[in-house]
């Protein structure tokens, strides 16, 4: 049998390794004796000298004896001499070729997570385990369950009470002093569950949650949709359940975080399991916000109805849950922004309360004979406000510009804690209502003239070096009824204070006769009455009659050839109708828009008709004044802002740096501009305030059956816009001024010029006011070959000027049944439902060539609405 099969049994002293390494100690570093040399007993396998083992070696094999040695000599061996017993070395050194096997190293350590996996090789090596793949998952999953653990062992429930420690919202005028504190829950009274009449209960959950009572209080898809808006930077939904509204109405911060949306999630997990669930409706009805500043329904009983919650009939109790779906939009009274006027406000509170009947029968709340006898949409109690004078149209404002900013909601507003700072300069305030109360009292008389009723009055005056509103007039004031606000009037037609924007486009673009240069304001039109406007080709543009339209000035004086410059002076309609055609309306549009004058306030039933150049869009006074601050500002535009800083728990709110300027227009066209509105005011219609004491430029507006007046201007240093016009509330229509104020006709020229001066005059005291830039000469001078104007005979007439198209007098306001419409997302100031209006002269009679009816018409139907200021884009 081979010596490397089977051998003697070793000696207990350890075998040769270890004799080898015993007498190795003493020589360190030199070689080993040869076998034998020593006398030693383990010298050889089987015999000493002679030839017999001197002591017998217990059984236990070879690995037993190496264990052995390796102990007595610390654990360390050496391996075999060349030569010697064991395997034989391998030629070449221990790693030369042909070396044998022998014993295998150490295993390397296993990691706790072996990736990238060991062994393998390529792709391989990065293709995790299954092993790896379910280690992870569970790991997952435990950590959720973990947290989910905690998160709902650390909430509490909700108590409708605790949030009656809402604060106030305060706002702050430009020189730091408060000017107001509103909302906060400071009207709440809260009811026990029997007090709350079961046919609230009823509508409520029938709109809101028809499964309440059997649901676990949670909608997982709604949260998911949630989560996942917020993972993408969109807006983020609130809850679906009641559950989770009343837990929503608890929060004073509403900060769209993940944090908060999963400590809502723990919170109504939690209130589900432990509170009944008329408990859980009854609290979520006593904290929900109603609108007129009523938290709960008792307080919004008694704001809408003047009665306790006891008491509510199903009609109101069906209006109340209107309300809840939002009473920003659905509030009769009006909310903040465009699309919430009073008009279309109260539009979608009859939609919704009729629907809300309806939908009580379908999911078996009430029974169709039970829904016969429910009576007609409520009366609504008067609304009560202690904001007095401007500081409710004030704050409106701002509250529009911080929720646009802050992505807040008007609701989420009114929680309050909030400290808003705001541009609005309290002195230039109370001139600009001291100059409109002077002339109103000095102009209007209700109690001997009925054309006196229903007269309104608004401003706007804005800083055209920054876009800041430093003033604004928005009617009598909340405290005298009148809520919607008349600085920010959506719907009143702006006539002829339009035209300044049309010769601007012709400088900055040129026309197509001067293949893009541009024109000049000395360049001659054709000024004649019933002038037949042409298009591009030279074509007459052809009326809705199939003739030839002819526009129509006020007068019948024949100008024959005159300046834009002459035109202006005397607000001549025909050469303008004739240049927005040359320069191209898309090019007027574009110069507006540029200007701060959005899409959403042009006259889209009339977007592409002569009439357009003659201002039948309705951009609000703000924005007219923010607009004419271009040219005071030589090109250079920013956008109207109100507020200049938000603090929130001490800590301010992003978003609130000053406007960026942008370049509207060259500047020698900004001065060329301000040039013919000087002699507007020193030798045109805008006479009135010609003796101010400084430089000032200006354009008067009126517009056809005298339903509306502006007069629009500047200095260097202050851009002012005023307006006046009639409107039937109830009906929510323009009404004409002919006869106010015992007067035939009102024009920009007078009335509203007189209350411009009167502030402007008082506003600029103090201020070391600057000379308007001078006007360099630009562009090419053209002239037109005047068209002989025949007069028409009397049959003649209705044939060659066509009769005008509805305007927002004789059209009802057609409301969006949603708050955003068209409009880009969670944009609060933005409105796409502009109707047509063909006044477009001071005091003439614009003509659409083409018919203008469009199924919504809102061009003067809501003059009070709200949602002028901020339509534009990042208004």
Excluded at 290 to 313: E, P, S
Excluded at 738 to 756: E, F, K, L, R
Aim: include cysteine; charged fraction near 25%; charge should be neutral.
């Amino acid at each position: 049998m081979s010596e490397h099969r089977r051998k003697p049994p070793q000696p207990q002293g350890g075998g040769r390794a270890a004799a080898r390494r015993g007498q190795a100690g003493s020589s360190s570093g030199r070689r080993a004796a040869p076998r034998g040399a020593t006398g030693s007993p383990s010298d050889s396998y089987g015999s000493g000298p002679t030839g017999s083992v001197s002591e017998e070696r217990p059984y236990g094999g070879r690995a037993e004896a190496r264990r052995a040695a390796q102990r007595s000599a610390g654990g360390r061996r050496r391996a075999p001499e060349p030569g010697r017993g064991g395997r034989r070395a391998a030629p070449g050194g221990p790693s030369g070729p042909g070396r044998g096997r022998g014993r295998p190293g150490p295993p390397p350590k296993k990691r706790f997570i072996d990736y990238p996996r060991a062994g393998k090789d390529g792709l391989a090596r990065w293709v995790p385990s299954w092993r790896l793949v379910t280690g992870a998952f569970l790991a997952f999953m435990g950590g959720l369950i973990a947290a989910a653990g905690i998160g709902y062992a650390m909430v509490g429930i909700p108590k409708a009470q605790d949030t009656a420690l809402a604060q106030n919202n305060v706002f702050y005028w430009s020189n730091g002093k408060q000017m107001a504190a509103t909302g906060g829950q400071t009207n709440r009274q809260l009811v026990s569950d029997a007090e709350i009449p079961k046919e609230m209960k009823d509508a409520v959950v029938s709109a809101e949650n028809a499964s309440f009572y059997d649901d676990k209080g949670i909608d997982p898809a709604g949260i998911g949709r949630a989560l996942l808006n917020m993972a993408r930077g969109g807006e983020t939904q609130g809850g679906s359940t009641i559950t989770q509204q009343f837990v929503k109405n608890t929060y004073l911060s509403q900060e769209q975080t993940l944090s908060r949306k999963f400590k809502e999630l723990f919170i109504s997990i939690k209130v589900g399991q432990k509170l009944s669930k008329d408990e859980i409706l009854a609290g979520y009805l006593n904290t929900a916000y109603y609108g007129r500043n009523a938290y709960g329904i008792q307080a919004a009983a008694q704001a809408y109805f003047g009665v306790d919650a006891t008491k509510l009939t199903t009609t109101q109790c069906a209006f109340l849950a209107s309300v809840l779906k939002g009473p920003n939009f659905y509030n009769p009274d009006g909310g903040v922004g465009a699309g919430a006027s009073q008009g279309e406000n109260t539009k979608r509170a009859k939609d919704r309360w009729s629907w809300i009947l309806g939908r009580m029968v379908e999911v078996g709340r009430m029974t169709p004979s039970e829904r016969a006898k429910v009576g007609d949409f409520p009366t609504l109690k008067k609304q009560n406000s202690n904001l007095s004078g401007q500081s409710g149209y004030l704050i409106d404002i701002a509250k529009e510009y911080v929720a646009k900013k802050a992505n807040l909601s008007p609701e989420d507003l009114e929680k309050g804690g909030y400290r808003i700072y705001t541009t609005f300069d309290k002195e230039k305030v109370n001139q600009m209502a001291t100059a409109v109360e002077k002339t109103r009292k000095s102009f209007l008389n209700t109690k001997k003239r009925e054309k006196d009723k229903y007269v309104q009055f608004g401003g706007a005056s804005v800083d055209p070096k920054s876009g800041a509103i430093v003033a604004l007039y928005g009617g009598e004031g909340y405290d005298k009824g009148h809520y919607s606000n008349n600085a920010n009037t959506l719907g009143v037609p702006v006539g002829s204070t339009w035209k300044p924007i049309v010769l601007a486009a012709a400088m900055e673009y040129g026309t197509y006769e001067t293949d893009g240069e541009p024109l000049s304001p000395l360049a001659k039109y054709n000024g004649n009455d019933l002038l037949e406007i042409k298009d591009q080709n030279g074509d007459p543009i052809m009326g809705d009659n199939g003739k030839p339209f002819r526009q129509k000035n006020e007068g019948t004086t024949p100008w024959g050839e005159v300046t834009l410059r002459k035109a202006m002076e005397q607000s001549i309609n025909s050469p303008f109708a004739q240049l927005g055609i040359d320069v191209g309306l898309t090019k007027t549009q574009d110069m507006a828009e540029k200007m701060g004058i959005s899409s959403s306030f042009f006259d889209k039933a009339n977007i592409r008709n002569v009439s357009f150049s003659l201002g039948t869009s309705t951009p609000s006074a703000i924005r007219m004044a923010d607009a004419y601050g271009t040219f005071a500002a030589s090109g250079e535009h920013f956008e109207p802002y109100s507020v200049t800083k938000v603090l929130k728990d001490g800590e301010p709110l992003e978003g609130f740096d000053k406007p960026e300027k942008q370049i509207a227009m060259d500047e020698n066209v900004a001065n060329n501009v301000t040039d013919v509105l000087e002699n507007v005011v020193k030798n045109g219609t805008g006479k009135k305030v010609a003796d101010i004491g400084f430089p000032v430029a200006g354009k008067t507006g009126t517009t056809d059956e005298n339903k509306s007046a502006w007069f629009v201007g500047y200095t260097r240093e202050l851009s002012t816009a005023v307006t006046l016009f009639r409107t039937d509330p109830g009906k929510g229509k323009l009404l004409s001024m002919n006869g106010t104020g015992g007067v035939p006709s009102i024009h920009g020229g007078d009335i509203p010029a007189q209350v411009w001066k009167d502030y402007m005059a008082e506003a600029m005291k103090g201020i070391d006011y600057e000379e308007f830039p001078e006007a360099e000469p630009i562009g090419e001078i053209i002239e037109e070959t005047p068209t002989p104007t025949v007069a028409p005979s009397p049959t003649e007439t209705v044939e060659e000027s066509p009769t005008p198209t509805p305007t927002p007098t004789e059209t009802e306001t057609s409301p969006t049944p949603t708050p955003t419409g068209t409009c880009s997302e969670f944009d609060w100031q933005c409105d796409n439902s502009n109707g047509g209006q063909n006044g477009g002269s001071d005091g003439g009679t614009t003509s659409s060539p083409t018919p203008t009816e469009t199924e919504t018409d809102n061009s003067g139907g809501n003059a009070n609405g709200n949602g002028g200021i901020f339509g534009g884009p990042s208004g």
